[in-house]
């Protein structure tokens, strides 16, 4: 088939390349030349496990090809996804204007049918917002369908190739026929497609992130907790995820989710609720949750210290709200970076992927960067291990504790056993043990 992907940001650069991968003829638009420009020589902007060598072999072969020209990229389309941001406002709310925007820009410019997907992750109701954008624009036939992204940052290449489900929203029995027709290769192994109305699938989406999102909050209520009476959220998590009914996946305790889907989608999710009406206090109290686990690691360095901050020296591994990622948008790294400088102390830090991010869009020179991970503690009062790479999780300690001023690991992900950080004459805080 031929596609048409509007946008190279995260989830249109992945969905782009998967399609062509199965051996569709993908165009990807953007606004950004410079994007587009490296994307042509093969330079990907972000970092996925996987994704830079479909890309390239894509490329190669002729299946996928990255434009800014909207008329070169509707000249044959069947199917157009639309992929383009949608930030929260002050209030919450997910923008949808840029979503629009390339609805109309798709319009102006289609030659026939085509289908319109909505990729983005998008409030009820923005399908009926774009199918009045294109109607002002265009009189050719065409449909709009809701197709929202289940990708997992650092595993989206295998996400998306071998999804465990995919979700479509849609009042057309042919667009219907072509959507099942484009995702047949992903699901041969029997997962299955879902169809359903275009409000339910819309929906979906904010559901599935709000409920994972809960999970995170709840195992680190439940870890404080632990934290108060002497438990250990470890085995209780264990406990817990043997029963069928829970599962065991999304109840690691920590510092708290970040990322570009969960604090939006939960907010998103929240403001859809009240323009309608109805108070989400879960959700409400979910937000309140991880935004003081946030502050958790903060506060452990601070009472360990007595609150005597000023002029110490704290070297943090791993900046990404998540490994195998170089994303840090809402990453737990910046807010136990600010108040760690606020309070006096200086930082240097370690991330095998998110440290040009950090220079250029998060932290800046606020903070220092280490080369290695054994480098950034070079002097340092103490480790704070803040994202969870595999690389962090079996150093030298007798190499580590040379290198401190003093021998103290604070873990806010629960990667060290205590037992064997106290018999190597650590002293060791983790989270819920």
């Known amino acids: 088939m031929r ?55 894509n490329m190669r072969d002729g299946r996928l090809r990255f434009t800014m020209d ?18 929260p406002g002050d209030d919450g709310a997910a923008d949808v204007r840029y979503v629009l925007e390339a ?71 042919r667009a219907a026929g072509m959507m099942d027709e484009l995702y047949e290769p992903f699901v041969r192994t029997g997962n299955p497609i879902i169809h359903m109305d275009i409000a339910s699938a819309e ?8 409920m994972l999102a809960t999970r995170i909050s709840f195992m680190n209520e439940i870890a404080n907790v632990c934290q108060s ?5 470890d085995a209780v998590r264990r406990g817990i995820g043997s029963d069928e009914r829970i599962g065991s996946r999304f109840l690691f305790s920590g510092v708290g989710y970040g990322g570009s889907c969960f604090p939006k989608d939960v907010k998103a999710i929240i403001k859809t609720s009240d323009d309608n009406g109805y108070d989400f206090k879960i959700l409400k109290a979910v937000e309140d949750v991880n935004e003081r686990q946030k502050k958790l690691l903060f506060e452990m360095i601070s ?10 020296h704290f070297a943090i591994w791993g900046l990404a709200f998540k490994p195998n990622t170089d994303d840090m948008r809402e990453a737990p790294s910046i807010t136990l970076s600010d108040l760690l400088i606020e309070a006096g102390a200086t930082v240097v830090a ?26 950034a503690l070079d002097g340092a009062d ?36 205590r037992k064997t950080l106290e018999e190597a004459g650590f002293k060791y805080w983790g989270v819920g043990r």
């Open 3 to 57: 596609i048409t992907v509007i946008g190279t940001g995260y989830v249109g650069l992945v969905a782009g390349t998967c399609f062509a991968e199965s051996g569709n003829t993908v165009t990807c638009v953007d606004i950004d030349a410079d994007k587009i420009e490296n994307l042509n020589r093969g330079i990907v902007p972000i970092y996925e496990p996987g994704l830079e060598e479909l890309l390239k072999r």
């Open 70 to 87: 909207y008329e070169e990229a509707m000249e044959q389309a069947q199917i157009v996804f639309i992929a383009v941001g949608t930030p």
């Open 103 to 173: 609805a109309r820009s798709v319009g102006r410019h289609m030659k026939g049918y085509v289908v319109v997907v909505d990729k983005s992750t998008v409030p009820v109701g923005t399908a009926t917002k774009v199918k009045a954008a294109l109607q002002e624009v265009t009189d050719f036939e065409f449909d709009v369908v809701s197709n929202p992204e289940f990708l997992k940052e650092g595993a989206a290449i295998d996400d998306f190739l071998r999804p465990n489900r995919v979700v479509i929203g849609s009042d057309s029995a």
């Open 203 to 210: 929906l979906t989406k904010y559901a599935a992130n709000a």
């Open 229 to 233: 009476v002497g438990a250990n959220v």
């Open 303 to 312: 009472s360990h210290f007595d609150g005597g901050l000023q002029g110490k």
């Open 350 to 375: 370690h991330d095998p992927e998110a440290m040009d991010e950090s220079r250029k869009h998060y932290l800046g020179d606020r903070i220092q960067y280490a080369e290695t991970p054994m480098e």
């Open 382 to 417: 103490a480790l704070v291990i803040v994202t969870e790479w595999n690389e962090f999780r079996r150093p030298d300690f007798d190499a580590v504790k040379a290198k401190l001023r003093q021998p103290l690991i604070f873990d806010g992900r629960n990667i060290y056993r």
